[in-house]
Nanobody, 118 residues
Framework: QVQLVESGGGLVQAGGSLRLSCVASGSTFSRNTMAWYRQAPGKQRELVAAISSVSTGGSTDYQNSVKGRFTISREDIKNTVYLQMNTLKPEDTAVYYC?????????WGQGTQVTVSS
């Protein structure tokens, strides 16, 4: 059974930084595309950033609103994916979810709250 556990969320002032971590267990982590999504109150869940497996190039993709501010990375030896968030804005406030695209199905973490005060 795959489990994704996020950490690193919290309350930060606008302009500050946070680093989210997601540890995966029970899967062949290195083979899978990993991503971060977020969901703000009253809004749909949206893709923030994704990173492919190292074997397929480790390419990254970002939502336009976070390009240049957020960086996704992975450390396969630790089964961990990170989201470094800099220059945070109040509109980044949301629950952030870790996502794994497995071979036959996808998996979600339980989410971690990020709140950016103005």
């Amino acid at each position: 059974q795959v489990q994704l556990v996020e950490s690193g969320g919290g309350l930060v002032q606008a302009g500050g930084s946070l680093r989210l971590s997601c540890v995966a267990s029970g899967s062949t982590f290195s083979r899978n595309t990993m991503a971060w999504y977020r969901q703000a109150p009253g809004k749909q869940r949206e893709l923030v950033a994704a990173i492919s497996s190292v074997s397929t190039g480790g390419s990254t993709d970002y939502q336009n609103s976070v390009k240049g501010r957020f960086t996704i990375s992975r450390e396969d030896i630790k089964n961990t994916v990170y989201l470094q968030m800099n220059t945070l804005k109040p509109e980044d406030t949301a629950v952030y979810y870790c996502y794994q695209q497995g071979q036959f199905r996808s998996y979600w973490g339980q989410g971690t709250q990020v709140t950016v005060s103005s």
